[in-house]
T-cell receptor
Framework: KAGVTQTPRYLIKTRGQQVTLSCSPI?????VSWYQQTPGQGLQFLFE???????NKGNFPGRFSGRQFSNSRSEMNVSTLELGDSALYLC?????????????FGPGTRLLVL | DQQVKQNSPSLSVQEGRISILNCDYT??????FLWYKKYPAEGPTFLIS?????DKNEDGRFTVFLNKSAKHLSLHIVPSQPGDSAVYFC??????????????FGTGTRLQVTL
């Protein structure tokens, strides 16, 4: 079974631009969560999508948004990029049928904002 | 407010010895705890988990202990191997279905297993 895939793996943007990251979950998984990893803050939860609906949201500004498609693939968008948005963005998927199910992570997209 | 804390940013252990990684949490709503291992340029890999109804869970060389009254958990790796060198993240979530996917992570402990 293929794992979680994320594209692109690396991205360089400049301040003020916007970016879209993509995540394909493990086949059959309906929940996709997004996390931001920075050296100082560790992994921070951005949001979770389940059956095309945002189910949970972390403490990030409205510049960070996402969506999920009917095939469970998800995209994350960051508008008006700031230098502090430079980070590794990780996507995780799970079946999310029962509580406490394990999330499986993709390799991440490393975003550098210049 | 760091709800999940890993106070040791790094740990060095000799091959064959025991590695003990610690994690403390403050949110009493957390019911489910996980450990993930992360190598550079890869996403975190699930290692082991424990729910609050247990105080110990074992999987091969990995054992997780949970002390609910102290809001403390630890990961024991015995024996430690060079391939265990990685960053280890502790994570927690409430156990109700609606929020179980919202993991709160610690800042990680970098484990180095030396020969």
């Amino acid at each position: 079974k293929a794992g979680v895939t994320q594209t692109p793996r690396y991205l360089i943007k400049t301040r003020g631009q916007q970016v879209t990251l993509s995540c394909s979950p493990i086949s059959g998984h309906r929940s996709v969560s997004w996390y931001q990893q920075t050296p100082g803050q560790g992994l921070q939860f951005l949001f979770e999508y389940f059956s095309e609906t945002q189910r949970n949201k972390g403490n990030f500004p409205g510049r960070f948004s996402g969506r999920q498609f009917s095939n469970s693939r998800s995209e994350m968008n960051v508008s008006t990029l700031e230098l502090g948005d430079s980070a590794l963005y990780l996507c995780a998927s799970s079946l999310a049928i029962l509580a406490g199910e394990t999330q499986y992570f993709g390799p991440g997209t490393r975003l550098l904002v210049l | 407010d760091q709800q999940v804390k890993q106070n040791s940013p790094s740990l060095s252990v000799q091959e064959g010895r025991i590695s003990i990684l610690n994690c403390d949490y403050t949110n009493s709503m957390f019911d489910y705890f996980l450990w993930y291992k992360k190598y550079p340029a890869e996403g975190p890999t699930f290692l082991i988990s424990i729910s609050s109804i247990k105080d110990k869970n074992e999987d091969g060389r990995f054992t997780v202990f949970l002390n609910k009254s102290a809001k403390h958990l630890s990961l024991h790796i015995v024996p430690s191997q060079p391939g265990d060198s990685a960053v280890y993240f502790c994570a927690a979530s409430p156990l109700n279905t609606g929020t179980a996917s919202k993991l709160t992570f610690g800042t990680g402990t970098r484990l180095q297993v030396t020969l």
